[in-house]
């Protein structure tokens, strides 16, 4: 089970401290995938992929502009359903996240 608290995580007796704010996270087959607060410095890439042993496996690749167009923004939330990883932007797309390497599959609009 995944606990967050401000800027750390805790999973299964293991923490790991960041220097940014964890707005959410979600498990699935061994990997945790985390969105993190950025600020204006901090690009739109905010969504990194961990082991359970809080090792990390990738951060999200940018949208091909066949996907995602040329606007960007940050992420605000994940999910993981039946296996497919889903990272949510601030305009209301929903990116399906490729979870073993972090490329952006698809996109689908959610407001």
């Known amino acids: 089970m ?3 608290q ?6 299964d007796g293991k923490e790991l401290q960041f220097d940014n ?3 959410e996270a979600a498990e699935y087959e061994g990997k945790v995938v985390i969105v993190f607060e950025t600020d ?3 690009g739109y890439d905010s969504v990194f992929c ?5 090792q990390l496996l990738w951060r999200i690749k940018p949208a091909p502009v066949a996907i995602g167009g040329t606007a960007r ?3 605000v939330g994940v999910d993981i359903v039946e296996g497919n990883c889903r990272a949510i932007d601030f ?6 996240v490729n979870l ?3 490329e952006i599959i698809s996109k689908d609009i959610v407001r």
């Open 73 to 75: 923004s940050p992420y």
């Open 50 to 54: 961990y082991t359970q042993d809080l």
């Open 6 to 11: 401000n800027n750390k995580i805790l999973l």
């Open 91 to 96: 305009y209301g797309r929903r990116f399906k």
């Open 40 to 42: 204006e410095d901090g």
């Open 2 to 4: 995944i606990e967050i």
């Open 100 to 102: 073993e390497n972090g």
């Open 21 to 23: 704010k964890i707005i």
